[in-house]
């Protein structure tokens, strides 16, 4: 393990890098980097562990600071504990995905330089198939034995309260606590009914927002009449397809994002500002490969995948081009996007493996954890009827379950925090 300290405004930083396995079931397979940075308050140098399990798949922990406060909830959690934020395996500083990856003697190795896009499909799907929740877990396990911590409490959103699930399904006794903000992902059910929920919770809120601005469903209308002619094109070059197009519709899952996307939509769409305005507002492209590439993975418990978002599109989206996606992945994108076309084959090979289960019930009904989950009512991604099953099977699971919030709740309003906690510790609210 190397160590570092440094110092920031109200916050010491210790920054852990650990070797730990690829395939934590083979060691012998070779290693990977996994970084955590432990974030201490003033006078916090006693308090317990809370390690944070960012959403994703495929994005890095946040990178701390409390002058302004990064994230918001931080100077809230750092009330009663340091906060270990970890760089989940392939982002950050975890040996991201974008570093080359070479076989010698038979060990992956990971160097900073080149692309794990330089080796063959089949290569890339069999390291990639190693970066899901399951051994995500494995490597908080790594961290925390290398702080000499017996039990901590995890704080999980989105992907990270389905990592969350995995940890308290498998390790129960390494926690204290969970508390999982829009992450109670649906356990034993086919990945198709997940989609096809969420589709229909998509044509909801597809209508909810033209209910607020109704001028903007012809405006829809026709921009994708303009990205069918390629007319629509973004600043590296690449045209929009009517399909990469129709993911926009992902703001809708988010607090503001209504008037995000009408703002968008104001814009001449052939200028700067609205090419690059839209490139921001596209959730799947090349800065993040995993959230391509293993977005269906998260939700296959113990199935393969096959496209399930674009196989489970209702006829009326379909027919209808100002019906807005989500979290809906088309397997087109990954010959429309450059920085993806490197992993069209792997994406491929991905969407046919069969993979291993991540939620078991019978873990999750043993783990005596207290868990304090909030549960959005309208979330876009997490639906709240599977929710409220995946805590029923937990025997100590406060579940909260609100309309004030979208799913990105727990960054804008530290409150969310502050609530969860409150459940975790008993505190009850009217």
């Known amino acids: 393990m190397r160590v570092t300290t440094e110092s920031l405004p109200g916050l010491t930083l210790t920054n852990l890098t650990l070797d730990a396995p690829l395939d934590h079931a083979h060691p012998d397979a070779g290693t990977i980097e996994v970084f955590a940075r432990v974030v201490t308050g003033e006078g916090g140098a006693d308090k317990p562990y809370l390690v944070f399990l960012q959403g994703g798949p495929g994005s890095e922990a946040p990178r701390p600071t409390l002058t302004p406060a990064n994230p918001s909830w931080l100077p809230r959690a750092l009330a009663d504990y340091r906060v270990v934020m970890l760089d989940q395996r392939g982002t950050g500083r975890s040996t991201p995905v974008s570093s080359r990856v070479v076989t010698t003697d038979g060990r992956v190795q990971a160097e900073a330089a080149g692309a794990l896009a330089e080796l063959d499909a089949a290569a890339q799907a069999d390291y990639l198939t ?3 929740a399951d051994e995500i877990v494995n490597d908080c396990e790594v961290v925390r034995e290398a702080l000499g911590v017996s039990r901590w409490t995890v704080l999980g959103q989105s992907f990270g309260g389905f990592t969350a699930l995995h940890y308290l399904s498998t390790h129960p006794e390494s926690l204290a606590g969970a508390l999982i903000t829009g992450g109670l ?57 009517p399909e990469r197009f129709r993911t926009i519709g992902h703001r809708l899952g988010m ?19 609205f090419a690059h305005d839209l490139a921001a507002a596209l959730p799947f492209g090349g800065r993040n490969p995993i959230y391509s590439v293993l977005h269906e993975s998260s939700y296959a418990d113990g199935v393969a995948t096959r496209w399930s978002a674009e196989r489970t599109m209702p006829d009326r989206v379909r027919d209808d081009p100002t019906l807005l996606g989500g979290e809906h992945l088309h397997r087109g994108l990954f010959t429309e996007d450059a920085e993806l076309r490197p992993f069209a084959g792997a994406a491929d090979l991905l969407a046919e493996h069969e993979w291993n289960q991540l939620y078991f019930p019978n873990g999750l009904a043993a783990a005596e954890v207290p868990v304090a989950a909030a549960v959005y ?3 876009a991604y997490v639906p709240l009827e599977f929710s409220l099953e995946t805590a029923s099977l937990m025997p100590d699971c406060r579940t909260w379950v609100t309309s004030e919030y979208e799913h990105n709740g727990l960054r804008m309003d530290p409150g969310v925090l502050d609530h969860l906690i409150g459940l975790l510790r008993g505190r009850r609210w009217l």
């Open 130 to 132: 190693h970066l899901r």
């Open 255 to 273: 607090q503001g994002g209504i008037e995000q996307l009408h703002y968008l939509l104001e814009l001449d769409p052939t200028s700067s500002a």
């Open 377 to 379: 009512h309208d979330d």
């Open 185 to 241: 992902s649906a356990v034993g059910h086919p990945i198709d009914d997940v989609y096809a929920t969420t589709w229909r919770i998509m044509i909801a809120k597809s209508d909810a927002y033209y209910r607020r601005f109704p001028g903007d469903r012809d405006r829809m209308r026709e921009l994708g009449l303009l990205c069918g002619r390629g007319a629509i094109v973004l600043p590296d070059g690449d045209p929009v397809s």
